[in-house]
């Protein structure tokens, strides 16, 4: 895959990732590149230790909490939560992982971002798999960038909808419409 995939070319002519933000906006460098590999941490978090655990796993205790993590090896955060999400689903059908039966993915799964690849920025899409299944470090960082744009996801999860279940959402469509259009320039 060519890196011309992940980026467009901006009006002043520079490459910039399709998510406009303070990173997107730099020139695209090596580092950036996405042929190169990233770690990134899987976590289901459970209310009890539960043994045994998926082979795939480690089970663990942070904080207050036991957990369940795989470490996934990706070209983006995007493809992580992906993954993530694959693997829980795939434990929900185990016998170990009956327990989890009847909960949603984002109710339980989160997947670190060791890279800051999720920030707010101009294009900011809180559906995109890149802003999804955030850790409470990421979100409360996000939500700081966002300067009160942005808030904590409180909707009720509903059935059969298309869109994917956000971390962070908009906190008035209003604002959300107003700041794209500030943005573009209309």
């Known amino acids: 895959m ?3 995939k992940y980026n467009k070319i901006s009006s002043s002519g520079t490459r910039r990732n399709s998510q406009v933000s303070a990173k997107a906006d730099k ?5 950036y590149d996405c042929t190169h590999l990233k770690t990134y941490s899987a976590q289901i978090m459970l209310e009890f230790p539960a043994f045994p655990s998926p082979r795939t796993a480690t089970t663990r205790m942070i904080g207050d909490e036991f957990v369940w993590e795989r470490l996934f090896q990706t070209k983006g955060r995007g493809k992580a939560v992906e993954k993530a999400g694959d693997w829980f689903r795939d434990v929900k059908t185990k016998d170990y992982g009956k327990f989890l039966k009847n909960t949603e993915t984002h109710e339980c799964v989160i997947v670190d971002d060791p890279w800051e690849e999720c920030s707010f920025g101009s294009e900011f899409r809180p559906t995109r798999s890149v802003n ?3 850790d ?3 979100i409360k960082r996000v939500l700081e960038e966002s300067k009160g744009l942005l808030k904590a996801s409180d909707r009720l999860f509903e059935v059969g909808k298309s869109n994917p279940h956000p971390s962070l959402e908009w906190r008035d469509e209003n604002i959300r419409k107003n700041h794209v259009h500030q943005t ?3």
């Open 136 to 138: 409470k470090e990421t």
């Open 27 to 31: 020139e695209i460098t090596e580092e």
């Open 132 to 134: 999804r299944l955030l």
């Open 2 to 4: 060519s890196l011309k």
């Open 184 to 186: 573009d320039g209309r």
